[in-house]
């Protein structure tokens, strides 16, 4: 059985907007003012450090690096976004989902191994480890870091569509993950490709997994990225 649910397909945010966004969209989903909703969009270059990030340890961004550094409430370590990623934010409500926050990252998981299937990749998970990774030798094309409140999630997965993925071990220990190996969509098909080409198969991927119809509300303008005040009132509370 499906529930109805909005997906806003935005373009390159900037992270802080993007954040402000998810936590106005995850006030309005924990009141019931609006059914849940899914965000795809990219970053410009940011490096965001969660909850457990060793900043001495895992951050050695050179100086002059055009690059926004920022503190996040999510869960995990530090990790890189840039143009060339497909970003992920569901905002769900677990109530409906099972109340298992670690079912919830498996999901996601899932929903990224059913993601790039469609390209003859083979996601698998690691024991121990969140993101999706492919095998011998073990790399990693995925990262998750999910935060949630009143069962309500915000923050998600970033799929490595094609970027550069220096940044990752050049900048930062990505993951906390000493000798980490990074790739992308890109260079494990040896061919360019784009983050839209990628989306459709994110989208169905999500559906599926979460058992939501996805009612895309229309782009034009930044939809979504309006003045809420509503929104920000029932944050707040």
Not at 59 to 65: C, D, K, Q, T, W
Request: net charge negative; hydrophobic share 40%.
């Amino acid at each position: 059985m499906t529930r109805g649910a909005y997906l806003m397909q935005l373009g390159t945010v900037p992270y802080r907007e993007a954040w402000d966004l998810q936590r106005s969209l995850a006030g309005a989903v924990s009141q019931g003012a609006i059914p849940e909703t899914v965000v795809l969009l990219e970053h410009p270059p940011v490096v965001t450090l969660g909850r457990r990030t060793d900043e001495g340890a895992e951050l050695h961004v050179p100086e002059g690096a055009e690059v926004e550094i920022v503190e996040t409430d999510r869960g995990g370590k530090s990790t890189f976004h840039g143009p060339g990623q497909l970003v992920c934010y569901p905002i769900l409500d677990l109530k409906l989902h099972g109340r298992d926050v670690k079912r919830y990252v498996r999901d996601l998981e899932e929903a990224l191994i059913r993601t790039v299937a469609p390209f003859g990749l083979e996601g698998e998970r690691l024991e121990g480890l969140t993101g999706l990774w492919l095998t011998r030798p073990p790399r990693k094309i995925a990262s998750i870091g999910v935060h949630v409140s009143r069962w309500v999630t915000t923050h998600g997965y970033a799929l490595n569509v094609d970027l550069d993925p220096a940044p990752f071990t050049d900048w930062i220990t990505a993951c906390g993950l000493e000798d980490a190996m990074f790739t992308t969509i890109a260079r494990e098909l040896g061919r360019p490709v784009t983050v839209a080409e990628v989306r459709p198969h994110a989208v169905a991927a999500l559906a599926e997994v979460f058992a939501l119809e996805l009612e895309e509300l229309p782009a034009d303008a930044g939809v979504g990225l309006w003045a809420q005040p509503v929104h920000t009132q029932l944050t707040a509370r």
